[in-house]
C-alpha cells in the first residue's frame, strides 16, 4: 500500500464550510490545476478527469464523519484503487487540512506516480487555502 500525505494548509473558515464544499463533487474541479485536467465531468457524487500525460482519474464519495473527514474513493475509471482522505482539524474558527491518499499501486508504477501524485495533492490543498483562506 503506498500512502502520500499533502501538505497541511490553515484556512479561516470552520470545518463544517469546507466539508460541505467538500460533499459536492462539481466543486473538485476548482481545486485542480486547470492546465493539467481535461475531459472533466461530474454528477455531484462522483467526478471523473484526464491527468496531462497520464490517465484518467474517477473519484466518487465514500462517507467519512462530518464535518472533519470526508473520503473519496477510485472508481472503475481509475488506473488502479485508492482512497483519497480529506481531514479538517477546526481550532478557534481556523482549520488546518491535509489530504491523505492510500493506494493499491505496484513498485514500477509508484516510481512514476509518487511526486506527481503528491504535487497535485499539495496543489489542492494551496487551492482550499485560496477559495476559502
Known amino acids: 500500500?503506498?500512502?502520500?500525505?499533502?501538505?497541511?494548509?490553515?484556512?479561516?473558515?470552520?470545518?463544517?464550510?469546507?466539508?460541505?464544499?467538500?460533499q459536492d463533487m462539481n466543486n473538485f474541479q476548482q481545486l485542480l490545476p486547470q492546465d493539467r485536467i481535461s475531459e472533466w465531468k461530474s454528477?455531484?457524487?462522483s467526478c471523473s478527469f484526464k491527468v496531462q500525460g497520464a490517465a484518467t482519474i474517477g473519484l466518487q464519495l465514500d462517507g467519512g464523519t462530518p464535518p472533519d473527514h470526508v473520503r473519496l474513493k477510485a472508481t472503475e475509471r481509475s488506473p488502479f484503487p485508492f482512497t483519497l482522505d480529506v481531514y479538517m482539524k477546526e481550532n478557534g474558527g481556523v482549520t488546518t487540512a491535509w489530504q491523505e491518499f492510500n493506494g493499491d499501486i505496484?513498485?514500477?508504477i509508484k516510481m512514476m506516480v509518487e511526486k506527481p501524485l503528491k504535487n497535485l495533492f499539495d496543489h489542492i490543498?494551496?487551492?482550499?487555502?485560496e477559495i476559502h483562506g
Do not use: C, Q, W
Open 1 to 22: 500500500m503506498t500512502k502520500i500525505e499533502s501538505k497541511k494548509v490553515e484556512i479561516g473558515k470552520p470545518a463544517e464550510t469546507l466539508y460541505a464544499f467538500l
Open 43 to 45: 454528477d455531484g457524487n
Open 106 to 108: 505496484n513498485p514500477f
Open 125 to 129: 490543498a494551496d487551492r482550499m487555502k
